[in-house]
């Protein structure tokens, strides 16, 4: 039997009361049963193991184990900064990038941006995105999306990366040290102008290319995160 997942924002060892969302969920649309196993997390990194204790049409009782660390998610910490995209791609990029394993998405405002603004609710709708793929997935960590930011103002850490289809470095000229932040850069659909690259590489920043095709806006940043995260899995 499949083990439900619940996100907590606090989790403590004993008896935890839920209400509100979490609660209907399992209640309603799981339909946990009392003595049923269900796995908590913060979407920090800890987890625990719980039993269902009552279940009531908005309120649902779990005894809770002693919190620890999770084992699943991965030593490269990733951060993908991300141009806006139209419709519902950066949702799906959000979702993907998640399952995937990155720690956080960070919006970016460019030049040829179809959208130019990230709104409060889609704001918000993205994060509810990102905590349904991390609980959906298996995961411990909820990745931080935050607000949109335009590109100058991005904070660039040591190590970054650019998808650049024209150049002809690749993933395997970068070092990447396990447990080191790392983030990547990738373009909207017309891509980044060439005063942006010049300043991303001005700042460290690496283009590397992925393979001999172009990608789509919301191809390249999933290709690549799974480029650099998959391989730990083998």
């Given at each position: ?172 000229d970068v070092a990447l040290g396990k447990g080191s932040p790392l983030t990547i850069f990738t373009g909207p659909e017309g891509g980044f102008a060439e005063e942006e690259i010049k300043f991303l590489m ?33």
């Open positions: 039997m499949r083990i439900h997942r619940v996100h907590l924002p606090t989790l403590q060892e004993g008896e935890v009361v839920l209400t509100g969302s979490e609660a209907h969920h399992l209640a309603k649309v799981l339909r946990v049963n009392v003595g049923q196993e269900i796995k908590a997390f913060d979407g920090a990194g800890l987890e625990s193991t719980g039993v269902v204790q009552s279940v009531h049409d908005f309120q649902v009782i779990l005894e809770l184990q002693e919190p620890r660390a999770s084992d699943v998610e991965a030593s490269l910490k990733i951060t993908l900064a991300i141009a806006l995209l139209k419709g519902d791609k950066l949702a799906d990029v959000v979702r993907q990038a998640t399952e995937l394993g990155v720690v956080a998405i960070q919006p970016l405002i460019t030049k040829y941006c179809d959208v130019k603004e990230l709104s409060a609710n889609k704001l918000e709708r993205l994060r509810r995105v990102a905590q349904e793929a991390s609980k959906q997935s298996g995961r411990s960590v909820v990745p931080e999306v935050r607000e949109a930011v335009k590109l100058r103002e991005v904070q660039i850490p040591l190590l970054s990366i650019l998808a650049h289809p024209h150049t002809s470095s690749s993933l395997n001005s700042k460290g920043v690496t283009p590397v290319r992925l393979g001999a095709r172009i990608l789509r806006a919301e191809t390249a940043p999933v290709a690549l995160i799974a480029a650099l995260l998959l391989p730990e899995a083998l």
